[in-house]
């Protein structure tokens, strides 16, 4: 009984070390290789919408060089220089004269026909106000204009259109009204204007 006892136990010794070394000779698994990041994406630029174009304001007109005739920047230059020191009488002696009538013609702005004044009326407003000239137009074919501020009428700014008449320049009449209107006034009817500032005028 030991024999075939001792025969089984070396058979089975024998397949458990046989066991262990097939399994322990078996060839380790080959990792999945590691797939490659994703190519990185660049993303196409986006063209930005151009800015709008801003459309010209007639508070901010465009700059000119103009060369002006010596008549008439003389007669510019009288009239700013009387404004800002308060004399009156140099505007009342550019007043026009029509039909034994040489008074002060003036309104406000898109309020209909104006009213003649007296020529006193030039005085009044002088020593009230604060007047200087802002922006002119050169004289085309005998025709002017020129925004001033500081009038003590409504609005504070008036447009002087400025007239040739017998050879002579002269101030035709005052239109009132806001900083807009005087300069919308200006810039629309008049070809090329130029800052009175920035002109060397007087």
Not at 94 to 107: K, T
Not at 152 to 181: M, S, Y
Request: aromatic share 12%; with cysteine; proline share 11%.
């Amino acid at each position: 009984m030991t024999r075939p006892i001792a025969a089984a136990f070396a058979v089975i010794g024998f397949i458990a070390l046989s066991g262990c070394s097939v399994f322990g000779s078996a060839a380790p698994r080959t990792p999945k290789p590691t797939p490659p990041p994703p190519p990185a994406v660049t993303p196409a630029p986006v063209a930005s919408a151009p800015a709008p174009k801003q459309s010209a304001s007639p508070l901010q007109p465009r700059h000119y060089r103009i060369p002006l005739t010596a008549d008439y920047r003389s007669f510019l230059a009288g009239i700013c220089n009387a404004l800002t020191s308060r004399n009156a009488q140099p505007i009342i002696n550019d007043l026009p004269y029509y039909q034994y009538d040489s008074g002060v013609y003036y309104g406000p702005f898109n309020r209909g026909e104006g009213q003649t004044g007296q020529p006193s009326l030039i005085n009044q407003w002088l020593q009230s106000g604060s007047e200087s000239c802002v922006r002119f137009a050169p004289s085309q074919m005998g025709h002017g204009a020129v925004v001033t501020k500081g009038w003590p009428v409504t609005g504070g700014w008036a447009i002087l259109d400025l007239d040739r008449f017998n050879g002579a320049w002269k101030i035709d009449d005052f239109t009132f009204g806001t900083r807009w209107q005087a300069m919308y006034a200006l810039t629309s009817t008049e070809p090329e204007t130029v800052w009175y500032s920035h002109a060397a005028v007087g």
